[in-house]
């Protein structure tokens, strides 16, 4: 029984670490980099706090070294996802009765645990399961992760704390408890931090949870789930199935006791999950909460006043920082005529600088794409444009799956804004820059709001203030996340909530008291100190 106000600890980021030659912590990441390559690990699924083994084996390798195995997971199908759902049902009643501090505690153990004794391990697995370098993982997988558990517990007790005036002889409050059912988290491969907190988000509130996570992410996915049972997370609460897509939609969008999901990947997936779910509305105790992050066609929109060579860094970092398959990457630029010459020579000199190969050599600024059919794609791509007549590829443009999915860090000069370049989303090392003529700015804006279905993030580059502020007006729909003079990725939790809408998602922004508030259901109560004992009120009496 809870005897107290609590004061959770103050929720700070994540302090990122060098990783420098000689660092502590680069000699450590390097050790269990080591350690876990000359290892084959066995990956069973986790439900009701049970190791369950299909017997179905499935290879994991490292993007950047095909031939290399690290390990099996055990493939799952349909019954496991049934069996998933009755573990987070029998274990709803006890996690929704436990008091609120409690799972405050137990997420910021999990915090701790990750910055702590598990940093190494998960900063190392994600760098090879998903080919991330280790800046790019230490950034993700260690701090960002860290902060959506510290900030979480942080904005758990801001929504607590609302509560609803009273007026004499009148008690109002309000209750906010879990939905009624269990909730779906469905991860994608790129950030180890949004695996994380997909499905750590919703259990923070009270809920039971079922979690697929992507098939090219399950390496990365097994050390969260270790560290969420080491933290506490009791059995049957947040249960790890490594099933298909369709095999788990089928089961899971078709159960009574479906409460939502938290989604994060395609537009397509998504928009079929939330379809799905219309078909299937009225087998459903509640209304499902559809929670999704989706894709983008993030742009960087530059004036002549812009200064050049942050606009050179914020293209190559925007764009080329993770091969690109980040959904806030930057995939599109615009650049005006009178500066693009400046521009262009700067933008070659730092890409001469970003090295390319597997993320065990900390000097490799870029890594591989996630698997062979990304890679196939976005090739095609590339291909074309260096026969279109409407583009020309000015950097890069190597590509070679021998060894690894390498695509080399490739720009595309597009002179026609409709490109398909423009407007596709490619999800990876591909940046394509379309050159105005400065006097057509206003319609060149006109154009970068209308090209896309997606509104993620977004930059602008200038140092005229008047311009800043009408590009912001005209662009207020374009993006979730809005940057001026800097690169349209990198949001920190507790200070860029993130999310966007338009063909990008719901603009929930993970992180924030606004996504939590999704998990809840607020019940308001009212008790009269002085109930009334007349039926009449004063104005039905005669005069």
């Known amino acids: 029984m809870v005897k107290g106000f609590f004061n959770v600890p103050v929720a700070v980021n994540e302090p990122i670490l060098s990783y420098a030659p000689g660092s502590r912590e680069r000699i450590e990441l390097q050790a269990m980099i080591r350690e876990l390559r000359d290892q084959t690990c066995e990956m069973p699924m986790i439900i009701g706090g049970k190791e369950v ?14 031939n290399h195995t690290l390990g099996y997971y055990h493939q799952g199908d349909a019954s496991h996802v049934r069996m998933a759902i009755e573990a987070a049902m029998a274990a709803k009643k006890s996690w929704e009765a436990m008091s609120w501090h409690h799972r405050a505690s137990i997420f910021l153990k999990a915090a701790d645990l990750l910055a702590g004794p598990y940093r190494a391990k998960m900063n190392a697995a994600t760098m090879l399961g998903q080919s991330k370098n280790a800046y790019q993982a230490e ?79 399950v390496y990365s996915a097994g050390v969260i789930m270790e560290i969420f049972r080491e933290a506490g997370v009791p059995d049957g609460v947040i249960n790890l199935v490594f099933v298909s897509g369709p095999a788990a939609a089928d089961v899971v969008l078709q159960h009574p006791d479906f409460a939502g999901i938290h989604f994060t990947g395609s537009t397509g997936v998504f928009q079929s999950v939330w379809k799905k779910i219309g078909e299937n509305i009225f087998k459903y105790k509640s209304y499902p909460r559809i929670v999704g992050e989706t894709g983008g066609k993030d742009f960087i929109f530059a004036d002549s006043s812009a200064d050049r060579q942050a606009l050179a860094i914020a293209m190559v970092r925007g764009a080329f920082e993770y091969q690109g398959q980040k959904c806030s990457a930057a995939s599109r630029a615009y650049i005006p005529s009178s500066i693009w010459p400046d521009v262009k020579e700067r933008l070659g000199n730092e890409l001469a600088k970003a090295k390319m190969g597997p993320p065990e050599d900390f000097t490799n600024f870029v890594n591989a794409v996630i698997d062979e059919s990304s890679f196939d794609k976005l090739s095609g791509f590339i291909e074309n444009a260096k026969t279109d007549q409407d583009a020309e590829v000015i950097f890069g443009g190597h590509c070679d799956k021998t060894v690894g999915y390498f695509i080399e860090p490739t720009v595309i000069q597009a002179f026609d804004p409709g490109y398909i370049t423009m407007e596709e989303e490619l999800f990876g090392p591909v940046l394509t820059v379309y050159v105005y003529e400065d006097e057509k700015i206003w319609e060149t804006l006109s154009i970068l709001d209308k090209t896309s279905i997606y509104a993620l993030t977004g930059a602008i580059f200038s140092q005229n203030r008047y311009n800043i502020e009408k590009y912001s007006v005209l662009l207020e729909n374009a993006a979730g996340n809005f940057y001026i003079n800097d690169k349209p990725t990198g949001a920190v939790v507790g200070q860029q909530p993130f999310g966007g809408a338009r063909g990008s998602g719901t603009n929930d922004k993970a ?8 998990w809840v259901n607020i019940r308001t109560i009212k008790e009269n100190f002085n109930p009334p004992h007349q039926l009449l009120y004063p104005n039905f009496k005669e005069d």
């Open 139 to 217: 950034i993700d997988s260690a701090c960002e992760l860290a902060d959506f558990f510290r900030f979480g517990v942080r904005e758990m007790t801001r929504i607590y704390s609302m509560q609803p005036e009273s007026s004499k002889g009148i008690w109002n409050y309000n209750e906010f408890r879990p939905l009624e059912g269990f909730v779906y988290a469905l991860t994608p491969f790129n950030f180890t931090s949004i695996a994380g907190n997909l499905p750590a988000a919703p259990a923070m509130m009270g809920n039971v949870v079922v979690w697929k996570p992507s098939k090219s992410a």
């Open 511 to 518: 992180g924030s008291l606004f996504n939590l508030m999704r």
């Open 53 to 66: 083994k299909s017997g179905r084996l499935e290879r994991i390798f490292p993007p950047h070294e095909i």
